[in-house]
């Protein structure tokens, strides 16, 4: 069964750093978006992003972040300069098509930041 | 989207059937109801969704009410790899993202 695939499962860097997380979406699919978890809160929506541009983003989502689809199969997360609580699980899912279609996610990406 | 409501937790015996009631009063005609699960810190785990038909796979079924108004996600025989945080999403069939509540944490015991 096709999945997403996300790298690296657990990074660790310094605040201030740079980060990016990769996510490899599944083939067929058109929609891609990142959530995040902070340890013991919900799951919370960060940016969705089809044909090539960001579709819809949440006040998270600040300058401080940006996505993008270098090429045909990597989709990214980058941090610009992290922070404290920006220590969080991220998720990358992805989705075939418009419409009711289901979205699957990836196993995540454990960031911590210290 | 709609709000949805659920209990914060339930316990199930294991091998038997878990059910797990969802609210969603405001639901409006082209929003259809999502059941995903997360085990532990995993990814969220696609379960079964519906509009407005009940709904079967090899995982779940999925009772709605008729006024659309409540669904029930039935586990038929629950096992202890069952225990997760079980979330009930309505969203609207042309929107992309889930958003997600609190879910229900059910507990499967021996």
């Known amino acids: 069964e096709p999945e997403v695939t996300q790298t690296p499962s657990h990074q660790v860097t310094q605040m201030g750093q740079e980060v990016i997380l990769r996510c490899v979406p599944i083939s067929n699919h058109l929609y891609f978006y990142w959530y995040r978890q902070i340890l013991g809160q919900k799951v919370e929506f960060l940016v969705s992003f089809y044909n090539n541009e960001i579709s819809e983003k949440s006040e998270i989502f600040d300058d401080q972040f940006s996505v993008e689809r270098p090429d045909g199969s990597n989709f990214t997360l980058k941090i610009r300069s992290t922070k404290l609580e920006d220590s969080a699980m991220y998720f990358c899912a992805s989705k075939r098509a418009e419409g009711g279609n289901t979205i699957y996610f990836g196993e995540g990406s454990w960031l911590t930041v210290v | 989207d709609a709000k949805t409501t659920q209990p914060p937790s339930m316990d199930c015996a294991e091998g038997r059937a878990a059910n797990l009631p969802c609210n969603h009063s405001t639901i409006s005609g082209n929003e259809y109801v999502y059941w995903y699960r997360q085990i532990h810190s995993q990814g969220p785990q696609y379960i079964i969704h519906?509009?407005?038909n009940n709904e079967t796979n090899e995982m779940a079924s999925l009772i709605i009410t008729e006024d659309r108004k409540s669904s029930t996600l039935i586990l038929p025989h629950a096992t202890l790899r069952d225990t997760a945080v079980y979330y009930c999403?309505?969203?609207?069939?042309?929107?992309?993202?889930?958003?997600f509540g609190q879910g229900t944490t059910l507990q499967v015991k021996p």
């Open positions: 519906g509009l407005k």
């Open positions: 999403i309505v969203r609207a069939g042309n929107t992309g993202k889930l958003i």
